[in-house]
């Protein structure tokens, strides 16, 4: 068609057809580029230069050198916050992904095919509901006095337990929430772990003599360990970012007792607006992630079998 | 010699086994039916707890079933001056025009990272793919300062801009065109069929099962989103339901949690509804993540 057409100024300057289709790149990648660049790549490079300023938005910023990092080392806060985190994080991520593969392995065994469906169903549908849409929920289950937790407790004798108001209680309630909200999803990634083991390895096996055990062990096991990677790298660095559900059950009490990190970036950034301080404090979070995140990668070398 | 003894014996320890296996498969599923009331407990609660009656709400022993219906809590929720209906509005239209642009931006650079060949590639989906690591809250205070300086703070604009792409999805999308036969890009070169041409009606229309995976997760990651409008809104006009309701659950209470159960179930109610219709492409979904792990 176009060899028809008189040629114009522009067809002839783009006649080269790998010209042509690089033009095309370039245009097809434009917006996806220009975004990364305004709301990604562009705010990196902002933060660390703000965290080296202090800046509240009304006067211009003043550069302070290191002062918000020296700052941060000596802010019991942070430190506070910080223990939160990991806590949560540490917990959160075995439980959800060792109940996770626990399900997948039982709901992977031999049974009808309408109890698989409705088991996979109900167990990942509260990954689907906002976060704070289920604390909402769990903070009227959670209730001291009116709770319906503690009201089954005192039934078996049990002292109310104060859920979201005791020191030692709050982030273990806040965990069982989560385990209860985002085990369906570690759950989902497993099962398609499993069904991706040729049925062949475990023929193979059973022709060696292996047991049940040894199938698990030296078959199932090995073969899931990039699925269980995924899992743990994906949990890890949701939970160190946790923020919805805290927010809405505790708002971080009581005292800081379950503030997490982000909740204090977005208290100081936004409340308090030292935007240099949340800007820094922000930067090591993201170090802390990149840290253990490479950390993982690298142990994970020794233990994830990939085929 | 001891073969048939040996048969024997095997025999009867593969019978053994077998019957472990079955009681393995029985007590699985008792295992897992209870667990799986216990994770619809909460659910249970809340629908029950929204149809009972103002001053009963707390009531207990929890009724898990309702007892009664009164569904005057769901009118209760139009009538109080929460402007629940202008939160949904307000979600549904950030939501479409969110997922309907990612859909659009990831599909031609996931096509492009594929199938077209331009200086800088490889380069530039590595850089992209290093971008995926960075946590939305690292960068969050210069995103703040951005709305502020275009005057996006309090809009819609200021949720919606930054979703119109996903790094995540374009990596999706690309992984599929890479599958994607060259044939069919060679027989509509040959056609003289443009790059546009090729793209919008050959390749789109085989890539449906990603698109529509990819939207129902960004619908849905969009829907819940909390932090943003969090950070971003602060008139009641432009809150979208997480925030909105979450904002307004003391004041709507006011002595009856039956009224915000009542608001939560209808903000769940479509997530369930698009999840029973569409479990195969959420399933596809997350396990297309799991497995490009």
């Known amino acids: 068609m176009a060899k028809v057409q008189a040629p114009s100024l522009t067809r002839r300057w783009l006649a080269n057809d790998r010209q042509r289709e690089a033009v095309a790149g370039y245009l097809f990648i434009l917006p996806t580029l220009i975004g990364y660049l305004v709301f990604v790549i562009g705010p990196i490079i902002a933060a660390v230069g703000i965290s080296f300023t202090q800046y509240d938005m009304l006067s211009p910023a003043k550069f302070v050198g290191f002062d918000n990092y020296i700052n941060l080392f000596k802010d019991p806060r942070v430190w506070t916050v910080y223990g939160n985190t990991v806590f949560f994080t540490v917990l959160a991520v075995s439980l959800n992904v060792g109940i996770g593969l626990i399900l997948a392995v039982m709901i992977n065994r031999k049974m009808p095919d309408f109890l698989k469906y409705i088991f996979r169903t109900t167990y990942f549908f509260p990954v689907l509901v906002a976060l704070v849409y289920s604390s909402i929920i769990w903070q009227f289950l959670y209730q001291k006095d009116t709770g319906v937790f503690n009201y089954y407790l005192s039934l078996l004798n049990i002292e109310a337990i104060p859920w979201l108001s005791g020191r030692q209680w709050v982030l273990p309630s806040i965990i069982i929430m989560d385990v209860w909200k985002n085990t369906g999803f570690a759950m989902l990634v497993f099962l398609a772990g499993l069904q991706n083991i040729p049925q062949v390895y475990y023929e193979a096996a059973q022709i060696d003599g292996a047991n049940r055990w040894h199938l698990f062990r030296y078959v199932t096991l090995p073969l899931i360990t990039p699925t269980l990677f995924f899992n743990m790298i994906i949990f890890m660095i949701g939970a160190l970012q946790v923020f919805d559900s805290i927010m809405v059950l505790t708002g971080g009490g009581p005292g800081d007792a379950s503030r997490s990190i982000v909740m204090y970036i977005t208290e100081k950034a936004f409340q308090s607006f030292e935007m240099g301080y949340a800007s820094a404090v922000a930067i090591t979070l993201f170090i802390v992630i990149m840290l253990m995140t490479l950390l993982q990668f690298r142990v994970g070398q020794s233990w994830v079998h990939y085929e | ?293």
């Open chain 2, 1 to 293: 010699m001891a073969t048939t003894s040996q048969v024997r014996v095997s025999q009867r320890s593969e019978r053994k086994l077998i019957t472990l296996d079955r009681s393995l498969d029985v007590l699985a599923i008792v295992v897992l039916s209870i667990g799986a009331v216990l994770m619809a407990m909460p659910f249970a609660w809340m629908f029950s707890t929204s149809l009972r009656p103002f001053g009963e709400s707390y009531k207990l022993p929890p009724a898990w079933l309702p007892t009664e219906w009164h569904w005057e809590n769901y009118a209760a929720v139009f009538q109080s001056n929460v402007p629940f209906l202008t939160f949904a509005y307000n979600s549904v239209k950030v939501t479409l025009i969110t997922t309907i642009g990612q859909l659009l931006t990831c599909s031609m650079a996931g096509f492009a990272f594929a199938r077209l060949r331009f200086p800088g590639r490889e380069v530039l989906f590595v850089l992209l793919l290093a971008a995926m690591m960075v946590p939305g809250q690292v960068t969050i205070i210069p995103v703040f300062i951005i709305m502020r300086t275009l005057g996006l703070l309090d809009s819609h604009w200021a949720l919606i801009l930054p979703g119109l792409t996903s790094v995540f999805g374009v990596f999706l999308l690309r992984q599929f065109f890479l599958t994607m036969p060259q044939d069919l890009i060679d027989a509509a070169k040959m056609d003289g069929a443009s790059v546009w041409a090729t793209f919008f009606k050959i390749a789109l229309p085989l890539a449906s099962p990603v698109l529509s995976a990819l939207a129902i997760l960004t619908f849905n990651g969009t829907w819940n989103n909390y932090f943003g409008p969090y950070i971003f809104l602060n008139s009641w006009e432009k809150m979208t339901l997480p925030l909105g309701v979450t904002a307004l659950r003391g004041f709507m209470a006011s002595g009856s949690p039956s009224i915000v159960m009542a608001c939560v179930t209808m903000t769940i109610l479509p997530v369930l509804l698009v999840f029973l219709f569409a479990q195969r492409w959420f399933i596809e979904g997350v396990t297309q993540t799991g497995l490009k792990g």
